[in-house]
C-alpha cells in the first residue's frame, strides 16, 4: 500500500529529467554481449538536447551517437515515442498530400529516400549500438543483403495515400546499384508494391555527396517534366540543395549522420 | 524505507510515456487565473511528438499551440529542459564560431534575432497560455514597450563569444522602428552592450513576410560588404530564404510560429 502510494506520487511529481533516464531492460534483451553506459548527459548536457539538436541540424557531421547516449537512443528508437514522432510527420504529410491538386498528367511526383525512411535498419542498430559504434559497411551491406528490413508503418501509411491520390512515387537512395534487385524485393515484401523510379547510385556517382548526388537526381526529374510535390527523408541530406521540392518532410534519426 | 526502495524502482523503469505528463505545480503558479488542459495528447498524438514536429519544421503555419498541450508547453517553457536545449545549440554555435578565422577588416558579421533568440518574452506568455491563447498584438506590445524583457541567458554566452572572437553584431528582428528607442536600451540592460546595426521593420517592410523582410536585409548586408559567418533564430522564417549565412542554429520556440 504504501509502495503503491509512492509510485502514485512519484508519477504526478515526475520532473522534466526523469525524460533523460533511459530504462535499459529492453535494450539488454536486444544486446546483452556489450554494455551500455547509463549516463544521461553528454559533456554535461542531456541526451534529450542532443537529439533535439541534431534532428533540428544544428548539430552536423557527427560520426557517432555520443557514448553517454547509447542507451537513450537505443531506448527511443525501441520505445514508443520514435513511432509517435514518425507518426506526427506523417499526418502532416498526409494533410498536406490531401490538400493538393494532383495534375492528370500523371507528372506530380513524391519523392522518398529509403533507409530511416521507407526501410527501416532498426534489427541492425539495435545489434550495433544504435549508432554508438563506429560504421562498418561490411556488415551494414550484409544486412542489407538480406533483404530483411521491414517497412517503417508511419512512412508507408503516407506512400499509400499519396498512391490513392495519385501521386507517383520515386525512390532516391544512396545505396548503390548492385543492391537494385534485393532493394526492390524488399520493397515490394513489406508493402511498397509500386513506383515509377528507384534511382541508386551510380559509379559516377562516388564520392559525391548526398546533398550533391540527391539533388541532381530530382533535377533531372524535373527537367523531365515532374512536379516533386512532396519529399521526405530521415537525413537533412535528403530535404536540403536544390529542387528539394514544394514540401520537404523530416523523419526523426537519431542514429547516425550523411551529409 | 518501503516507499524509498519503490520511488527507486520506479526511477529505474519509468516509461517514456512519463515524458509526456507535465507537472502542474510551476503553471499554475504562474496563471491560477485560467483552467489549463491536463491532456497530454493533439489529435491522437503526444504533445513531444507536435513539439518535435514543430521545431523540425514539419508542422508549418500553426497560428496557437494546441489546447491540449498548453500545459505540456509551459512546463517545457519553464522547466529545465527549454534551457538545456538552448545551451545544446549555444554550445554548437560557440564551437563553430571558435573555428572560423576571422578577418581582419571588421566585416565578418553574426545575425542575431531578438525575440525568443536575444529576449525572451516568457514573462508574457506565462500570462497568456503559453501560445495557446490567439496572439494580441495590443497587450504584447505594451509588454514590449515596458522594456523589461529578460536576456536569453545561453544567446547572451554565445554573443559575448563571438564579440570575443572578433566577429560584429548584427541584429535583425520583425520589431517595426518605432520600438527601436525601447528595443535599445532593453537589449543594453540585460547585457546586449553593442552593436553595429540594429534593423527594425519600416513602413516599406509592413505585409512582408518574415523570410522575404530577413532576406532582403541580410541581402543588404552581403552587398554592402559584410559576410554573415553566423545567424541564430528561434523561427526557420529567420533561417530560410537567401544569404541565411555560412551557418545557422535554430533555438528552440514551441509557443508561436512566424512564416
Known sequence: ???????????????????????FRVIH????????????NVHGLSCLSWRLAVETDNIRDWDTVPME????????????????????????A????KGLEVGRDGKDVWVFDIDETSLSNL???????????????TSFNAWVLEGKQPALPETLRLYKEVLRLGIKVVFITGRTKDQTRVTG??????????WI???????????KTAVVYKSERRTKLVESGYRIVGNIGDQWSDLLGTNTGNRTFKLPDPMYYIS
Open 29 to 40: 534483451l536486444l544486446r546483452p554481449q556489450t554494455g551500455s553506459s547509463d549516463g544521461p
Open 1 to 23: 500500500m504504501l509502495a503503491l502510494l509512492s509510485f502514485l506520487l512519484v508519477l504526478s511529481t515526475a520532473p522534466p529529467s526523469l525524460c533523460d533516464r533511459p530504462p
Open 123 to 137: 534489427p541492425y542498430y539495435a545489434k550495433h549500438g544504435f549508432g554508438a559504434e563506429a560504421y562498418n559497411s
Open 94 to 97: 498526409i494533410a498536406y498530400a
Open 197 to 207: 523510379k528507384l534511382i541508386l547510385k551510380g559509379s559516377s556517382d562516388s564520392g
Open 69 to 92: 547516449c547509447e542507451a537513450y537512443v537505443g531506448n527511443y528508437m525501441l520505445g514508443h515515442q520514435y513511432r509517435k514522432d514518425s507518426a506526427a510527420v506523417a499526418d502532416e
Open 185 to 194: 524485393a524488399n520493397l515490394k515484401n513489406v508493402g511498397f508494391h509500386t
